[in-house]
């Protein structure tokens, strides 16, 4: 649901059980609930049974292709029925525009010059391109003066006329790359220069200028100090200097608002629109903040493209149904447009560039009947889910299914037109499923994010693994000649980064582990053999760690392209997850002799990690073993999770974690701020993950569920709400600005934590040929979910009043598994039905056992097992 239509407090649990009977209408989801269904095939559960029932109701994917806005925020200028737009086929939208007055021009003879001139290029456009003074007074609005000092100034342009010139003020335009902020405006009279107007805090394109009373002078010097930085570079822009002061005519708008952040191809139906060609540019942004009047993103920009920040159309006069597609519409070079957006914003603009003249004019009248949106994503419907989750905490519920959101945003086709302009576009992945990393950027599937967001994948939709898949398998068929192995296709496979082959591994363990695609495993073993025993083994020190800095790699970066060399826990902590997982598909394979060669190493580099990295003084991994000290929560959370720190070290390094770098929106990544500014107010969800993992497995349930709060309600709380960003800065800020993106599946590590932790249930075996449930309840009164697998669902519900703990697990056929029931610390009794299996001293049945806190009942095969525990105080 979106934020504005939150529920109240948790669901109780009756209220669940009895929600799904009859067809009530979902309102958060907008469809109706599945009617139930016969009994499964395998003499499971009803399919769709009402146990089943309320989750349907956090579904937040759209229920078709075609996407609409849901509400208009803001209209500006000459616009009629702004509403018309939400209620397509009836009234329309009108946008009117009246054509500006001629431009001012200077006195033949006039010249300009300029403190300095960047050199010329092909521009954005192809075409050769100058940036000289004079562009500034040639009375095109499409060349400019740009100066050569990026982010040094003064900026001075000097403009001379061939006789004295009564002025009664300027007008300086720029354009959306980047406009002059602050500038004096001083004439040359007597001899020498007086000032007539300072401008600060500037943001127009077309600034006018008015003095206090005309002067006459022969000379005008304009000198900016400040520079606008969108993004495109700190460099002083002027198009045109006009020798009046000219208001501009104020262009009509309407911003729309679609309720949370979508992906795919924007859609206009204009209605009709006056004979001249009027133009409208699109401007997208996934929050508000962020929108102006250029994008908040555009892969035009990033590739130093041609649309200024939006996406540019001229209305024909008889009106058209217009898709958003990349490239130019018309002559070749006019009218560029980007194509596929991830936004949740959309301001449509009656304007146009000025380069794209005569193709469009930025006046006129143009006519709207509707905008929508051809999604792209994976269409995440409740009937398409087959794992879900439950639980008796709202909070918790709503997070799952935003991160299930996230996922489907990213999941898309790898197209030429929309991924990453950095030379990321692969015909080997040319159409096919993939995860993308973000939904607005980078659109280029990174192994380091497919760790979470495959995770994500496997528990939601299944039936899209293909799309983890492709992306390991294209990764392996890059790999370099010394075993190096990419973390994506951008910059054509070549992105130096240290860490990311570890995800490699991890990444095709799980792939194997959730499917069972043992042809997978097989078809890239030799990849996997000559990464573990060719390439690593090259950037290992005498001790048995990776050291980043041998053999060349002091230049490879990481998730965050951190500065970070040497000895690194994090990177020394994956190696040993990277290890055993490596281990685990030797094994599965029958190649023993590697399987335990690579167990071996893992315990070498999990003892040298503790002898050569931990810190006693802090009780935590440091970050590094040289520079400054330092304590990161990515080594230290994976350290836990991966096997390296035992009891007493997970504890301590949690407790530290907790004591140094617990924010209002989350957990910092770093403890201090040595390795950059700002490290110690940075949250990563993609880190964050494991920590909730391991504060989960250590015994820290509601520490966990204390983070997760933090963090992702911090995310959902803020505009775009629903999704998960990529990071979050300094006082929960965008830590990128606007360039963040903010539906990103490696930021989606809640939902793998709240079913393989909270809920408790994880596969154990590939395929689930074998499975655990191990619930971590904390506070939690209730859980229930389904994971799907091979065989069909694994189903398992639970509820804990502290005092009795009851466990329902239904098994498909050709899985069998273990349960684990939690005893918090007290003697306990475990019954199946009227059978005892454990009497509180001693099991009485087979497979049962105490272990820990816990008792375990193993061997549960095909059919639906009730467990209840019952706790002695």
């Given amino acids: 649901m979106t934020r504005e239509a939150k529920a109240g407090p948790g669901p109780d649990r009756r209220t669940v059980l009895e929600a799904g009977v009859g067809g009530v209408v979902l309102a958060a989801a907008g469809l109706p609930l599945v009617a139930a269904g016969p009994a499964s095939a395998d003499g499971g559960p009803p399919a769709g049974q009402s146990v089943t029932r309320a989750w349907q109701r956090y579904v937040q994917g759209p229920s078709r292709r075609s996407v609409r806005p849901v509400r208009i925020v803001a209209s500006a200028g000459k616009v009629t029925r702004p509403e018309a737009l939400l209620a397509p086929g009836g009234q329309v939208t009108v946008l009117r525009r009246a054509q500006p007055p001629a431009a001012p021009r200077w006195p033949e003879g006039t010249t300009a010059e300029a403190s300095s001139v960047h050199a010329g290029n092909n521009g954005s456009d192809g075409r050769p391109r100058t940036y000289a003074a004079d562009n500034a007074i040639d009375g095109d609005p499409g060349t400019f003066w740009n100066d050569d000092t990026e982010g040094a100034f003064p900026d001075v342009l000097t403009i001379t006329l061939p006789a004295e010139h009564e002025l009664p003020g300027v007008t300086v335009v720029s354009n959306t790359d980047g406009v002059p902020a602050e500038f004096t405006v001083e004439v040359r009279t007597d001899s020498s220069w007086r000032t007539v107007a300072t401008v600060t805090g500037n943001s127009a394109v077309q600034r006018a200028v008015r003095f206090d009373s005309p002067v006459t002078t022969t000379q005008v010097r304009i000198s900016v100090t400040a520079d606008q ?101 018309s002559g070749g070079d006019k009218l560029y447009a980007d194509g596929l957006h991830g936004f949740r914003y959309l301001r449509i603009t009656l304007d146009a560039l000025p380069a794209d003249a005569p193709a469009a004019q930025p006046w006129g009248t143009v006519a709207v009947d509707a905008v929508s949106l051809d999604f792209t994503g994976y269409l995440g419907t409740p009937e398409s889910y087959r794992g879900w989750f439950l639980c008796s905490d709202e909070e918790l519920n709503r997070y799952w299914y935003g991160a299930a959101y996230t996922n489907e945003l990213v999941t898309d086709t790898f197209r030429a037109d929309d991924v990453d302009p950095r030379n990321a576009f692969s015909a080997s992945l040319d159409g096919k499923l993939v995860l993308h990393d973000g939904a607005k950027r980078d659109r280029d599937p990174y192994v380091g994010d497919v760790a979470v967001s495959g995770r994500t994948l496997y528990l939601t939709h299944d039936d899209a693994a293909e799309a983890a898949r492709n992306v390991l398998a294209d990764l392996a068929d890059h790999q370099r000649a010394d075993g190096w192995i990419p973390p994506a296709s951008i910059n054509n496979y070549t992105l130096p980064l240290f860490d990311y082959p570890l995800w490699w591994v991890t990444c095709s363990w799980d792939y194997v ?361």
Avoid: C
Avoid at 670 to 683: I, K, Y
Avoid at 807 to 822: E, I, Y
């Fill in 513 to 873: 582990l959730y499917t069972g695609d043992r042809d997978y495993a097989a078809r890239y073993y030799p990849q996997l053999v000559k990464l573990l025993d060719s390439w690593y083994p090259s950037v290992t020190d005498d001790a048995g760690l990776l050291s980043k800095g041998l053999n060349g790699t002091s230049d490879y970066g990481d998730y965050a392209f951190l500065g970070r060399t040497g000895r690194i826990t994090y990177y020394n902590a994956n190696y040993v997850q990277a290890l055993n997982d490596a281990a685990r598909i030797a094994a599965l394979l029958g190649h023993d002799a590697d399987a335990g060669r690579w167990s071996d190493r893992a315990r070498t580099v999990a003892e040298a990690v503790n002898a050569h990295l931990w810190d006693d003084t802090a009780g935590a991994y440091l970050d590094s073993s040289t520079g400054a000290v330092r304590h990161a929560q990515d080594g230290n959370a994976i350290a836990i999770t991966a096997g390296v720190a035992d009891t007493r070290r997970a504890a301590s390094a949690l407790a530290h974690l907790d004591a140094t770098t617990k924010l209002r929106y989350g957990n910092a990544f770093m403890d201090n701020d040595t390795l950059f500014g700002g490290a110690s107010q940075r949250v990563y969800a993609f880190t964050s993950y494991p920590e909730l993992v391991a504060r989960f497995e250590t015994g820290l349930a509601d520490s966990a569920i204390d983070q997760i709060k933090r963090t992702y309600g911090w995310m959902e709380s803020h505009d775009p709400g629903t999704t998960q960003w990529e990071g979050v800065g300094p006082n929960g800020s965008l830590y990128e600005q606007g360039f963040t993106s903010m539906a990103h599946g490696w930021s989606t590590g809640v939902l793998p934590a709240l079913t393989h932790q909270l809920l408790g249930a994880k596969p154990t075996s590939p395929g689930y040929a074998t499975w655990e449930v191990r619930p971590h309840p904390g506070s939690v009164g209730w859980a229930q979910g389904q994971l799907p697998t091979p065989q069909g669902p694994l189903g398992v519900e639970w509820e804990n009043d502290g005092t009795t703990f009851t466990l329902t697990v239904r098994v498909p056929r050709g899985s069998r598994g273990s349960v684990a029931l939690p005893t918090d610390g007290h003697r306990a009794t475990v019954r199946s039905g009227r059978q005892t299996l454990w009497n509180g001293d001693r099991a009485t049945g087979s497979g049962v056992r105490r272990d820990g806190d816990r008792v375990t009942v193993t061997g549960l095969a095909h059919g639906t097992h009730r467990l209840t525990l019952v706790r002695e105080h």
């Fill in 229 to 329: 930085d969108n993004g495109q570079g700190v460099f002083t822009r002027v198009n045109e200097v006009w020798p009046e002061a000219v208001d501009p005519v104020a262009a009509p708008s309407v911003t729309l608002d679609f309720g949370k952040v979508v992906v795919g191809y924007p859609k206009v139906d204009f209605a009709w629109a006056s004979d001249n060609h009027p133009g409208v540019r699109l401007a997208f942004s996934e929050t508000l903040r962020y929108l102006t009047d250029r994008s908040d993103f555009t892969r035009a920009d990033q590739a130093g493209g041609a649309g200024q920040g939006t996406d540019q159309y001229a209305v024909p006069a008889a009106g058209a149904v217009w898709t958003d597609t990349k490239g130019f519409g």
